[in-house]
């Protein structure tokens, strides 16, 4: 018996599952576009992706510095710090997810209990042991402190991206806008990354 052909809404549009299956932004960044809007959670955000899988997405938030001190992290944790580079030292908000947990991102990656290698030369850490090596002066070179995190569902981002809500800006050399920049200009070098000029950002921009 022959075969019946498959109908158009039967056949897998095995482009889109490829793009899918290919798109893989870890150690990229998301800069939130205008069509998120002015008052939302992540309006005039950048984003570092620290992992993104068929399962969703996991990224911080690297830009919007809290009234929090690491030091007085360190207090509310019961870690005790005799390093006083962290004294005024920024909690970075890092997203509305676990808002009372910590998450590092630093640089050299280390050894530590509980890291995530987000790229070569950047981990993203939530244990506690870093803390305390930070606390006696024995910590990463380069440290970004936040609280909570920016999570995506299974094809949540995917579908955001082609709503054009994020600009994707290619994570190459991380540490420059991690570390290296001040938190206010983060934004305008992610766009100068681009080619992109500050005063010409709009709604209409999409993929890089």
Request: hydrophobic share 40%; aromatic share 8%.
């Amino acid at each position: 018996m022959a075969r019946r052909p498959k109908t158009e809404a039967e056949i897998p549009d095995i482009a889109e599952d490829a793009q899918s299956a290919a798109m893989d932004l870890k150690g990229s960044f998301l800069l939130a576009m205008p069509v998120l809007g002015e008052e939302g959670a992540f309006a005039h955000t950048l984003i570092y992706v620290c992992e993104h899988s068929a399962e969703g997405a996991l990224g911080i938030v690297v830009n919007r510095q809290t009234e929090m001190t690491v030091a007085q992290l360190f207090d509310g944790a019961g870690v005790s710090s005799f390093d006083s580079h962290w004294h005024n030292a920024p909690v970075y908000w890092g997203g509305p997810v676990c808002g009372d947990r910590g998450f590092i991102l630093h640089r050299p990656i280390g050894d530590w209990q509980s890291t995530l290698e987000v790229s070569e030369s950047v981990g993203m850490t939530t244990s506690r042991d870093l803390l305390e090596a930070m606390g006696r002066g024995e910590g990463p070179d380069e440290v970004l402190v936040s609280l909570g995190y920016a999570g995506w569902s299974a094809g949540q981002l995917e579908q955001e991206l082609t709503q054009n809500a994020w600009l994707t800006i290619p994570g190459d050399e991380p540490e420059k806008l991690l570390f290296q920049c001040a938190s206010a200009a983060r934004i305008n070098e992610a766009m100068r990354r681009l080619g992109v000029d500050p005063l010409h950002f709009s709604g209409n921009a999409g993929h890089a």
